[in-house]
């Protein structure tokens, strides 16, 4: 299957899928189809001109980063209307998730856009929107994507681009997700803790001391332990309030240099979000998922999943399970001495990705592009219907 085939897949859901899950997704928005074809743009081609092409140097390739919860902000998105398709995207995204993202997004309040069953598909409808404003600027990065991972949430866009599930499925899937985060979270007063460390930190120590404290506190069964492995010595912490206040606390026994409370509103990535398991498995067992046309690595273990059954299965464990981003960067990025880095994009709100890399891979960083989403980086001509609405 050649690569340039592969970029067609991302988009082709809007009523597809819908219409073969009829009693479990909302009914298309009118002109689904044509957004499908619209989305598909110039990616298709025919395999035998491709593959008589000369091949690529590694120089050449490009890899397709996305960003996750917490990279959030009002007015993400203004600077992607002008571009063709993206107001489909939001069109869509409206009837399959009741309320209008778009507004939303741009205009906030804030507040409401930090709530896990909002900023969730905020996230990832504007990781995708982005991906079309990429292609319209430079069609040769998405022609020429190698491989694809996404922060958490993330992961949803960055399968729907590989073409392993559709737009409007993996959106529902993202709805139920963050929803069933949302309730979970409320249940219990937890968090997460961002901490720079230095060599000596011992982090699965300083976890056990903490749940030990919030035993004595009266807490049963307390949860802390690391939720996202960020970069060499930087990991997030998640689990009970108490804990981690604990270790804001006692940061200088720990050897910790920073650490700060992020503004979520649970413990994610831990056992903490066990009630949201069933229903985000029971959405994935309606959902076609097929095998990435694009390499896309798994937040579990940080390799490319390799069978459309381990992308159902993953996913819900991921839920309950540490992000090893830095493992993923590894894998993305290791190779020989001399070997040129593809160039990097990351698509969606935020250059936290971008940071993390450099702090995982300083020579792969300086190959690191943004695309933004706030601005409009030039007039890119936009369709004079499309202006009209």
Not at 4 to 33: D, I, M, N, Q, T
């Amino acid at each position: 299957m050649s690569l340039r085939v592969a970029r067609a897949p991302w988009a082709r859901g809007l009523g597809a899928a819908c219409r073969r899950r009829a009693s479990s997704f909302p009914v298309p928005p009118p002109g689904a189809k044509s957004v499908a074809e619209l989305l598909r743009g110039a990616t298709e081609a025919e395999e035998a001109p491709w593959a008589a092409e000369t091949r690529r140097t590694p120089g050449q390739c490009s890899v397709l980063l996305f960003p996750g919860q917490g990279s959030q902000q009002v007015g993400m998105g203004r600077g992607l209307l002008a571009y063709p398709r993206v107001r489909e995207l939001y069109a869509a995204a409206r009837r399959v998730l009741g309320y209008d993202l778009l507004e939303l997004s741009l205009h906030g309040p804030q507040e409401a856009l930090d709530r896990t069953a909002h900023c969730q598909p905020a996230v990832f409808v504007a990781s995708l929107a982005a991906v079309e404003k990429l292609h319209h600027l430079q069609p040769a990065v998405i022609e020429n994507c190698v491989a694809a991972a996404g922060f958490s949430v993330g992961e949803f866009a960055a399968l729907v681009f590989a073409g392993a599930m559709e737009f409007s499925e993996g959106l529902y899937a993202v709805k139920i997700r963050a929803e069933a985060m949302q309730e979970a979270s409320e249940a219990v007063p937890s968090g997460m803790l961002s901490v720079l460390g230095r060599p000596p930190s011992k982090f699965t120590f300083a976890c056990l001391e903490a749940q030990e404290h919030c035993k004595s506190l009266g807490i049963e069964d307390p949860v802390c332990e690391v939720s996202n492995y960020l970069f060499p010595e930087c990991r997030v912490i998640s689990g009970h309030l108490e804990a981690l206040k604990f270790l804001q606390k006692n940061s200088s026994k720990y050897h910790f240099r920073r650490t700060k409370l992020l503004p979520v509103s649970g413990g994610f990535h831990t056992r903490l979000m066990e009630p949201a398991l069933e229903p985000l498995a029971q959405v994935l067992k309606t959902i076609s998922i097929k095998k990435p046309l694009v390499s896309v690595h798994s937040n579990i273990s940080g390799n490319r999943y390799m069978h459309p059954k381990h992308i159902q299965e993953l996913l819900v464990q991921q839920v309950v399970a540490p992000v090893k981003w830095e493992q993923t960067m590894h894998a993305i990025y290791e190779r020989k001495k001399g070997t040129a880095f593809p160039q990097t994009f990351e698509v969606g709100p935020g250059q936290q990705l971008g940071t993390i890399l450099k702090n995982c891979n300083l020579q792969a960083w300086k190959s690191y592009s943004h695309v933004d989403v706030l601005q409009a980086t030039e007039d890119p001509d936009p369709d004079p219907e499309e202006s009209l609405r």
